[in-house]
């Protein structure tokens, strides 16, 4: 595939790794560098390519010249990656977004910045993907839902119509939502469970009919005091 725009990857673990190797492989970008936060610097460089400071990045490559993209998991409940992919933004930074060549993305799905798609999601019509939203393989969107910002989906997720996925929150390897429902913001859905009704905000949901855990989604994902 020809190389036309420049892509600066930040992270440095193996998301930015995954981030690397689909972008080279299968994006009209050129990856040119990684970059993170000063004292994460590192003398080991991956692939051979430099790392920069985040801090100073602006004043290394003017937003006009290349695009970053926010190579972060859904660590302290996806607060990292919202936390760079803002400041990355106030920079005045296009975040790159990936559609792998192998996924069904129906012509009017609406795709936000920093949004990864792994291959064989099937993504149907008029879904409205937000911001910085990581889609890993193998998921099932269904018509007209909304995926909020921030939000981070596992593999072979099934999400019925007309749904809404709350800002934040982490969907577990094959959970399941009955149509019509809406996820509260920051919750956390258990692996293999099956929401059969809306939640609210804050909530750990796991079984089948899933129901609230009495932990919070804050302390299941040990969510630290400056992100809450």
Excluded at 199 to 226: H, I
Aim: proline letters at 4%.
């Amino acid at each position: 595939m020809e190389k036309q725009k420049k892509l600066i990857i930040v992270g440095l673990g193996e998301t930015a790794e995954i981030a690397y190797e689909y972008f080279t492989y299968d994006s009209p970008y050129e990856v040119i560098g990684f970059s993170v936060n000063k004292e994460f610097l590192t003398e080991n460089n991956p692939y051979g390519l430099p790392v920069y400071p985040f801090e100073e990045l602006e004043n290394l490559f003017p937003p006009s010249e290349v695009d970053v993209y926010v190579a972060v998991s859904y660590v302290q409940l996806n607060r990292v990656r919202k936390k760079m992919f803002l400041e990355a933004k106030a920079k005045g930074y296009t975040c790159a977004s990936y559609i792998s060549s192998k996924a069904f993305v129906w012509r009017n799905v609406q795709v936000g910045e920093n949004v990864f798609i792994f291959e064989n999601n099937v993504i149907q019509h008029h879904v409205k993907l937000g911001d910085n939203i990581i889609l890993w393989s193998g998921n099932h969107i269904g018509h007209r839902t909304e995926i909020q910002d921030h939000v981070y989906i596992s593999s072979h997720v099934v999400i019925s119509g007309f749904c809404v996925i709350g800002e934040s929150s982490f969907l577990g390897v094959n959970s399941t939502f009955n149509d019509n429902i809406t996820l509260g913001k920051d919750n956390i859905v258990g692996s293999g469970s099956l929401i059969v009704k809306n939640s609210e905000d804050g909530k750990l949901l796991v079984g089948s009919p899933a129901r609230p855990s009495s932990k919070t989604s804050y302390e299941a994902f040990q969510v630290s005091e400056e992100y809450l």
